[in-house]
């Protein structure tokens, strides 16, 4: 088996070896145990289901919430003539239909699909005709209410699993705490799992932060001191074109990115970007995801993010080809502020959310009794305007009725216009009326695009523009009009949200915000941000400290982040010591005696420096030690 799936390795993706523990969680798939793989961003997750999923019989079924990646994951797969198809929200019933129809008659070896699918009818029904090799649960934090991002449409993967007795279960995610992984077992019925994980330390990632108002002045300062391809983070669209023409201005190769770009402007700005024709990419958290540019030796986050999940994931989006790189934090007074302003801004009353429950309930005409299992077109803009609402405030409340099941909010998705073709190869041979410019367009989308026969593909109007010189309206009308004649079904691109209701309407005042739901998430994200805010102004090893968060322990201080390159410069001067025996007393005079180890984790210092200090304290008779705990001295 260990030869075969370095076969299928090299001969997909051309790789002689996989990169660590990728053939440790295949081989343990393979053998048909439930696995949990912990993966940092960057390792390579996909190809641990991709390659065992090419050696079994069947289909691969992955469960993903990111639609985005999926039609990534999609068209890559599709590039090295593997068949895949894709289950999300947007889609016609009809596309629905072909791509389940392929997956049972296995034509299909991968079917990726949206958790809020798995509990439809349609899906249920198709799924007992298909057979599955292999569960994926891919970002499988999301399964666990004490993860940062819960979403309760994962739950129902459980209910799959007992469609699919004997079928092993592989989860993924790149950050998890002990808690939430040991959550993630539970909730997906995992029976012995095999839990692998890789450490979560980056030692070739410098995490750096700096203080000041001036964040604009300190990322121009940043980019000229460190060389090669940089991502500035920060959170609001608005914000990804402000400081991307601010550093044009200072003669920065820059661009934006952000979720409400075309898939064509993205297309073309991540090119650009990954190319090295435009060196930083300024963007919100939606870039990022699917991307595998080894060489990024530079991550900024110019807005701090809520907690040290999405930051250590945003910043491990750097040095992934294993070179020095730098991760740095441009922290502000004011962000302290902000960001526990963020939490009042995620938890709005509870009347809110009843009442924005009832009105959209009403602006997308579902009577009470009414709308299960259905799913609307939901414009969020429109909806704000017509009932007065901040547009923050209404995702807030739509992110909460999710969480508590009451309806599921479905942002913005891109869905790319799609064509399959309706006639058979030898019927275009008889085809007649029909003028050039529409003979000219469907024999340039015959020739530019695979598997139209099959299946629905994904198309691009502009290539078809610049190839054949028309504007963009000729091509739409001799779409259309190709449609007309069933020559093809032709799908144009829609963007919109959707709003789900997987069960019936019922009046405002019976929606349960259960206190897992409100007042649980609303603590676990405090402590969240109170870990943000410790980490930047922290004067203890970064690297250490997001080890520690995810429950690792460091081996040694990273001896690369600012404060342990501070460290040996600044020595242990008499204000210093004064300071540190201060925090020792002031933690052993609650406990009278603790580990050294819980001295050195919470004092934040440089470990090197409290222990120092420790050291000289029991060397005066102040402190007392049994080579484990420490203790005052009576």
Request: with cysteine; proline share 4%; hydrophobic share 40%.
């Amino acid at each position: 088996m260990q030869q075969t799936i370095h076969d299928i390795l090299h001969r997909y993706w051309g790789y002689d070896s996989f990169r660590p523990m990728q053939e440790d969680i295949i081989l343990s798939v393979l053998s048909g145990r439930d696995t949990l793989g912990l993966m940092a961003t960057g390792g390579g997750k996909s190809l641990t289901f991709q390659v065992p999923a090419m050696a079994l019989d069947g289909v691969c079924i992955v469960i993903t919430p990111l639609i985005a990646l999926m039609k990534d994951q999609v068209d890559n797969l599709r590039r090295r003539g593997i068949k895949a198809a894709m289950i999300a929200s947007g889609m016609t019933r009809r596309e629905r239909n072909v791509a389940f129809e392929n997956c049972v008659n296995g034509a299909y070896k991968f079917l990726y699909v949206s958790p809020e699918r798995l509990s439809t009818e349609m899906f249920q029904d198709r799924l007992r005709e298909m057979n599955v090799s292999l569960l994926v649960v891919d970002e499988a934090h999301c399964i666990s209410q004490w993860g940062y991002d819960f979403r309760p449409s994962y739950l129902r993967i459980a209910t799959l699993r007992q469609q699919l007795p004997g079928v092993p279960v592989l989860a993924l995610t790149a950050s998890a705490t002990r808690t939430v992984a040991d959550d993630i077992c539970n909730k997906l019925q995992m029976q012995n799992p095999n839990r692998l994980q890789l450490t979560f330390a980056r030692p070739n990632i410098s995490y750096v932060v700096r203080t000041g108002e001036n964040k604009i002045q300190q990322l121009i300062h940043i980019l000229e001191r460190v060389p090669g391809c940089a991502i500035v983070y920060v959170r609001s669209r608005k914000r990804t074109i402000e400081i991307a023409t601010e550093l044009q201005h200072h003669n920065v190769p820059a661009t934006f990115y952000h979720a409400g770009l075309s898939p064509e402007d993205k297309n073309d700005r991540q090119q650009r970007w990954t190319s090295g024709e435009v060196r930083v990419m300024v963007a919100t958290n939606a870039f990022g995801m699917g991307i595998d540019k080894p060489d990024v030796r530079l991550v900024v986050h110019v807005d701090i993010p809520n907690s040290p999940e999405e930051y250590y994931q945003e910043a491990g989006r750097a040095g992934r080809d294993g070179l020095r790189s730098y991760a740095v934090l441009l922290y502000g007074k004011s962000d302290r502020a902000t960001l526990r302003k963020r939490i009042t801004e995620s938890f709005p009353d509870k009347e809110f959310i009843r009442s924005t429950y009832e009105r959209v309930c009403n602006f997308l005409g579902f009577a009470v009794g009414e709308g299960a299992e259905q799913m609307r077109e939901f414009s969020l803009n429109q909806f704000c305007q017509t009932f007065h609402t901040q547009t923050t405030q209404a995702i807030s409340a739509l992110e909460i009725l999710t969480q508590a099941g009451a309806l599921e909010f479905i942002e913005e998705t891109d869905a790319l216009s799609r064509v399959m073709m309706e006639m058979r190869r030898d019927e275009l041979y008889n085809l007649a009326d029909i003028d050039d410019t529409t003979e000219r367009v469907l024999q340039c989308l015959l020739r530019s695009y695979t598997g139209l026969f099959a299946d629905y593909v994904m198309i691009h109007e502009e290539l078809l523009q610049n190839r054949l010189g028309l504007t963009s309206q000729e091509v739409y009308e001799a779409l259309l009009k190709l449609s007309r004649l069933r020559v093809l079904h032709y799908i144009p691109r829609k963007r919109t949200p959707f709003i789900y209701l997987p069960v019936r309407r019922v009046e405002g005042k019976y929606i349960v915000i259960p206190h897992s739901v409100y007042e649980a998430r609303k603590e676990r994200m405090q402590e969240r941000v109170e870990y943000m805010i410790g980490y930047a102004t922290a004067e203890t090893c970064r690297a250490s400290m997001l080890l520690r968060y995810f429950d690792e322990e460091p081996k040694a201080d990273c001896d690369t982040c600012d404060v342990c390159r501070a460290a040996r410069t600044q020595p242990l001067n008499k204000e210093r010591m004064e300071l540190i025996t201060a925090e020792v007393k002031r933690l052993l005079g609650k406990h009278r005696s603790t580990p050294i180890t819980h001295l050195v984790d919470t004092i934040r210092y440089p470990r090197t420096q409290v222990i120092e200090v420790v050291r000289l304290l029991i060397e005066e008779g102040v402190l007392t030690s049994n080579g484990v705990d420490i203790s005052v001295c009576e």
